[in-house]
């Protein structure tokens, strides 16, 4: 990585917290690909409860809770964005059954064998991907659903720039075979996969950070970390247009055992 380009990790979380307050979505995504996920799990009542861990603001979590029955709840780090999501809940007549939660993924709130369906859109790698299915998974009844997107990589080699971008952002990124075989090992049926299209990239998230990206400047005029965090998210976003062949999300969804 060059000298002018920091790590994310180098960012101040509050940097990063505000910047991704002002976007509906805190990851590459769709409602379509939301509800393409959520086909595949055919368990659900209005009984059932629901968890979205690294919730965000909720851009996912409310497409989810407009095509699903049962309880939703979203559980974020942030206070700030817990507040955007229990406000949009309130906005679309969903706070009877969707409420945000400021909890940590690796310290849930909930009883064991509690949740028919944990959803995680773009945000397991904070805990990291094995670690996260294994440690979530008492939360679920037998026979529920664990249905995540994670950065995989689409080939075996790929060039050296994109790796090692990947590989100081998150180490666990794999390919889509060993990925599923993980799922697999943690207690799970795989009971499928697919790679998010472009749009979910381009349409969806880096195109509507222009606006946001501008105004984030504006506001921080001279600051040099905000600078230095939009200098990184333009760097990650010449990367994809330069390699999306070699790497992108992907959806997996399982079923415990």
Sequence with gaps: ???????????????????????????????????KALSFIDNLTEESNIVDIGCGTGGQTMVLAQNASGNVRGID????????????????????????????????????????????????????FERGLREWRKFLKKGGYVAVSEASWFTDERPAEIEEFWEDAYPGIDTIPNKVKQMQEAGYVPVASFILPDECWIKHFYELQDVVQEEFLKKHAGNKAAEGFIANQRHEMQLYYKYKEFYGYVFYIGKKI
């Design 1 to 35: 990585m060059s000298d002018e380009i920091k790590s994310i990790h180098e960012f101040d979380l509050n940097i990063i917290c505000e910047y991704y307050s002002g976007l509906e979505r805190q990851g590459p995504g769709s409602p379509e690909i939301t509800t």
């Design 77 to 128: 780090l942030f206070p700030t964005f817990i507040d955007l999501f229990n406000s949009n809940a309130s906005k679309l007549n969903l706070q009877d059954r969707v409420k945000g939660i400021v909890a940590s993924m690796d310290d849930l709130p909930f009883q064991q064998e509690e949740m028919d369906l944990i959803w995680s859109e773009g945000a397991i790698y904070n805990i990291g």
